[in-house]
């Protein structure tokens, strides 16, 4: 089984993680971690054209987010090879829009599964923001699991 785990370091992200360690998956399953980072230029790409010098600025980001989905992905990683050992894994920190780089991902691994942690919004944020998993649960050629986390009441 090939399975796609997108995470962002949330705790929605950590329902997804832990929802996956527990479930019983054949010998040889690879689980390909991904977290995907947006560039800032990506939301104001007028500023790139008229401010030069925020080059500084935005390749601090860069590595900062870099560092961090590294880190995010590596203690996912532990985790599930604690729960799993004979899991195949792999790790990507990639840049650019969530659902567009996790449906590419899911596509070049021949995904069987994706799975997400829900972010819990509600339909306006959802109609302003758009949701990442709702996203891929339509237009994925493949099953998505969208981990809910449970109440802590």
Known sequence: MKIVLAIDGSDFSKAAIQALAKMPLPNDSEVSIINVYEHPA????????????L???????????????????SEAADELKNKNETLLIT?????????????????????????VG???????????????SQYLAT???????????????
């Open 139 to 153: 237009h994925a050629k493949c099953s998505v699991l969208i981990v809910k986390e449970k109440d802590q009441n």
């Open 42 to 53: 990506m939301s104001t790409p007028e500023l790139i054209t008229t401010a030069g010098s």
């Open 91 to 115: 790790t990507n920190v990639v840049s650019g829009l969530p659902k567009r780089e996790i449906l590419e991902k899911a596509e070049a691994f021949n995904a069987d599964l994706i799975v």
């Open 55 to 73: 080059d500084g600025y935005y390749q601090e980001f860069i590595n900062n987010a870099q560092k961090m989905g590294e880190k995010i992905v």
């Open 118 to 132: 829900s972010q819990g919004q509600g339909a306006f944020s959802r109609f302003l923001l758009g949701s990442v």
